[in-house]
């Protein structure tokens, strides 16, 4: 396979990053991939924000993969910078072939260089083979993950 | 019990908020309420950030609840922007009194308002008696909340 880059995502990528999102037993319900405006609105908000990477994994001019890192001040822990890693998600071509491990480990050299003590995450209970993905790489399932919709 | 204001953090709100965070099962063995620079440093780093409100609840010009309420964009779910919650305390004083559920109703109104259709947060998968608030605050326990230390 040819040369991997880990690059910020543009407006030329937004097709191909909401076309993963939409590949995906839970995205499937939520995303619009024939309606892209909404999407390329959240880009710009992305964009405007220094503590925002959105990033995409490109192979042969191909987006093969994605995630986000948000870097999150906060007072805890004596003052510890986190980061927290959202919508990781790889093409189903590239599936068990490293790139997820790639990713993650880019997101965690990252937060390192912004000086975060912490990285965290939260995954659907019904992502169990993700689970096992993480706790390879060394995270640790301490949490219950709670949401509400508004 | 006299009125009570949710109101920005101030450094002068810093020393009852670190006594906060460390008056607690966890945060006992992460904090250093002996050493405030780190936390003076970290509050800078929150004021600077617009996405980020670190709240203390004051009542009778004491602080007796303090929450941290994060604003993040995003390009999954249409685009959706989500807020996220750390660091939620309450003065033992007041605890079983409501002021946790008018801290998160505050998060929850002020996450409305800043356009966010979701909102989430973890908790230890210890604080068994905090799952309990969150899911009659409407909270759905739907994901696993993986951290790693850097």
């Not at 040369?3 to 076309?19: G, K, M, W, Y």
Request: hydrophobic share 40%.
């Amino acid at each position: 396979m040819g040369d991997l880059e880990i690059q910020p995502a543009t407006a030329d990528d937004v097709p191909a990053i909401v076309a993963l999102l939409a590949d995906d037993p839970l995205g499937a319900q939520r995303e619009s991939p024939d309606d892209l405006t909404p999407y390329l609105t959240a880009l710009e908000r992305l964009r405007s924000d220094p503590h925002q990477h959105l990033v995409a994994a490109v192979r042969e001019g191909r987006v093969v993969g994605t995630l986000q890192l948000t870097i999150i001040p906060g007072l805890s822990r004596r003052g510890a910078t986190r980061s927290v890693i959202e919508g990781v998600r790889i093409h189903a071509d590239e599936r068990g072939g490293g790139l997820g491990s790639r990713l993650m480990e880019w997101a965690i050299d990252t937060s390192r260089r912004e000086g975060c003590h912490l990285v965290q995450l939260t995954s659907d209970n019904t992502r169990t083979d993700a689970h096992r993905f993480y706790e390879r790489l060394g995270f640790t399932a301490s949490h219950v993950g709670f949401k509400m919709a508004l």
